[in-house]
């Protein structure tokens, strides 16, 4: 076997600081309640895309007159 490069390897504190952060935007990510988000954005703006997905979802559906 040959020994490995010493310049190739990465050390256990460099391993650590690199996955340190990555673990940090993980959990941040995973903390926002993204639907809830969404939700909030979809009722504070009205964005016209969100009235357009829904005529489409509901096209076939006959209306009922109360």
Do not use: K
């Not at 639907?35 to 009205?46: G, M, N």
């Amino acid at each position: 076997m040959n020994p490995a490069n010493p310049e190739v390897v990465m050390h256990l504190g460099h391993r650590l600081v690199l996955a340190l952060p990555i673990v940090v935007i993980d959990t941040a990510a995973f903390a926002v309640p993204l639907a809830s988000v969404l939700l909030a954005y979809i009722l504070l703006a009205r964005p016209a895309w969100v009235r357009d997905r829904v005529d489409r979802l509901y096209r076939g559906v006959p209306r009922q007159v109360a």
